[in-house]
């Protein structure tokens, strides 16, 4: 969602969600949310940020391993 396109705020905010199930557990087996934010100021521009945690299960037993990682993405198009 890019909220430029609502006034003058210069601000985009993107969620993800998604998670695996497993069909002989009967039981959801993966989870990963992510949150973030990006700066739309300028069109050939896109500055942001981007928080997730995953949470998945260490190989095939059932110890559950939980991450949290950051991106930060810089790309500027030369057209």
Not at 1 to 22: C, H, Q, R, V, W
Not at 34 to 43: A, D, H, N, S
Not at 52 to 63: E, F, K, N, Y
């Amino acid at each position: 969602m890019d909220l430029k396109e609502l006034g003058s705020i210069p601000l985009g905010i993107g969620l993800n969600a998604s998670a695996a199930y497993s069909v002989g557990d009967q039981e959801f087996r993966r989870y990963v949310y992510g949150v973030g934010l990006f700066y739309t100021g300028r069109k050939e521009l896109t500055l942001g940020l981007e928080l997730t945690l995953r949470r998945a299960p260490l190989g095939t037993h059932d110890v559950f391993v939980k991450s949290y990682y950051a991106l930060i993405s810089l790309r500027y198009s030369f057209n």
